[in-house]
């Protein structure tokens, strides 16, 4: 599922994708009855960083104030937040250099996705992904060492990540290195998965204040 301007949608609405997201079912309540539906899905959202969409573009100046872009913000709440394994600010490319860019065709990527996908499946002994098994299946059946279990610790006390964004760190790692057909986890694979949720918007707001 794709929400595009993603900040437009109603709170509310936005909250109740929490359940699904979480656990891949929905759960409806009424007054004589509740039914629970399967609801697994992967969603993707994209909004700008502010109302006026120009925060950090280095082609146009942005008009909002600082105030404005934390209101506009604060429209995902931090529990949404946490629920994306991916977390990415992005920039324009000139057209001239997108032509500079080294392509993987599609067919290349299904091919590793699909090798990906099968030494999941063979690891955890069923058609299960690093996304959805357990945490404790997860973390027994995969050679965390104490480096990066270590590496991880303080980015989480520098970053004041909750535990939702640590365990969805792991899984990234290893999602990470099943794509490059590593059996270990090493060390540049966990800053690649660091920097999947890595995002501009703080810093670009502090720039904002001190200027």
Not at 81 to 86: G, K, L, S
Not at 201 to 206: A, G, P, R, T, Y
């Amino acid at each position: 599922m794709f929400l595009d301007e993603m900040a437009e949608f109603s709170k509310k609405t936005l909250e109740m994708l929490r359940q699904p997201i979480e656990t891949g079912k929905v759960t409806i309540s009424r007054v004589r009855s509740t039914v629970t539906y399967p609801a697994s899905f992967l969603l993707i959202g994209a909004m700008n960083l502010c109302p006026c969409g120009y925060l950090g573009s280095k082609s146009h100046y942005c008009s909002c104030t600082s105030k404005q872009i934390t209101s506009y913000q604060n429209r995902i709440s931090g529990p949404i937040r946490d629920r994306f394994d991916i977390s990415l600010s992005l920039q324009s490319i000139p057209i001239e250099k997108n032509t500079e860019l080294v392509r993987e065709s599609s067919d290349e990527i299904r091919k590793r996705v699909i090798l990906a996908r099968e030494r999941q499946y063979e690891r955890y002994g069923s058609e299960i992904c690093n996304g959805r098994i357990s945490y404790e299946t997860l973390m027994k059946t995969n050679n965390f060492s104490e480096k990066i279990k270590h590496m991880i610790k303080q980015m989480t006390l520098k970053k004041k990540w909750s535990n939702r964004v640590q365990i969805k760190i792991i899984r990234i790692v290893r999602t990470i290195s099943d794509l490059k057909g590593e059996q270990q986890l090493s060390e540049e694979t966990l800053w690649e998965s660091m920097s999947l949720s890595r995002t501009q918007d703080e810093q670009l707001i502090k720039r904002r204040n001190k200027g």
